[in-house]
């Protein structure tokens, strides 16, 4: 399992600094993965 965050949404935030777990991508590349998906973990 991968955590994926979007670069675009912690810099609007101002999170950038702060992210201590997952890896740093686009809103194209998480939409592509998820589409993909066999399972989604969903809040």
Request: proline share 2%; glycine share 12%; hydrophobic share 40%.
């Amino acid at each position: 399992m991968e955590i994926l965050t979007c670069g675009t949404c912690l810099n609007h935030y101002g999170l950038g600094e702060k992210l201590a777990v997952g890896a740093v991508t686009n809103m194209y590349e998480i939409v592509e993965r998820m589409t993909g998906a066999k399972l989604l973990v969903r809040p």
